[in-house]
DNA sequence: AGTCGTTATATTTACAAAGATATAACGCTT
DNA sequence: AAGCGTTATATCTTTGTAAATATAACGACT
């Protein structure tokens, strides 16, 4: 039986929560689905929950990472800025390189 | 306004955690005060919950991160293993290299 | 004008995690 | 043998978080 070591990394502001996992996969389910409502559904997330959790994003990151509209064709939508796709983007890499960084430092331990 | 990244780690064995930071924090106590419930005292922590996380402690780890006793002098005690403490030693270490790893992450990325 | 699907928000309900309380067993010490 | 402080464990209560429910506003489209 082996130890693995795990983590789970997330961006502050200010002192509040900016960006954790839950965050961006949010983030990337309203890229991909064009609407708050639908990405909540495809995560089994209430729509008040995500929109909770967009509603903190937007109010603690330097610029908005959703634009959202209310009405008209479709009833309305939300997607995401190009600021909130660069914010996924360095997350998800920083993520990334945390997951090796510390597969190699558990290797290198004997426990 | 600059962010600011943060992380926590933990252990696993078989699929489940081992040890965290509260654990590891709880096993240090341990080791300063030689008693579980002082221990738990310290860190305003039920006995009842101290007791629970050491259990399962001692369930997964390969080898109990401390040995009990009941009755005698002082009521009984309880203190680290040499395993415990290399344990200990181990988390402390990874998780503060994973901390500047992260740190010079966010530097290397404008946002 | 009425319908539709969405954003936006408040209020109530349910539930799981945490905490409090109680009790037994143990073995030095006096 | 009685007391003390500890480990060990069960049960009940509380509380804080998540989920469910309800409602309003909006604008394109038919």
Redesign the pocket.
């Known amino acids: 039986m082996r130890y693995t070591i795990k983590s789970r990394i997330w961006i502050e502001a200010d002192g509040h929560i900016l960006l954790g996992e839950g965050r961006i996969s949010l983030l990337k389910a309203?890229g991909q689905t064009?609407?708050?409502?639908?990405?909540?559904k495809s995560l089994?997330?209430?729509?008040?929950?995500a929109?909770?959790l967009?509603?903190a994003v937007n109010a603690r990151a330097k610029t908005p990472v959703i634009t959202?509209?209310?009405?008209?064709?479709?009833?309305?939508?939300?997607e995401l800025t190009d600021y909130g796709k660069s914010l996924i983007n360095a997350f998800e890499t920083i993520n990334k390189n945390c997951w090796k960084f510390l597969d190699k430092q558990i290797a290198e331990t004997q426990l």
Do not use: E
């Open positions: 309203i064009g609407s708050l409502s639908k990405a909540a089994n997330m209430s729509y008040k929950k929109w909770s967009i509603d959202t509209s209310i009405g008209g064709k479709g009833g309305g939508g939300a």
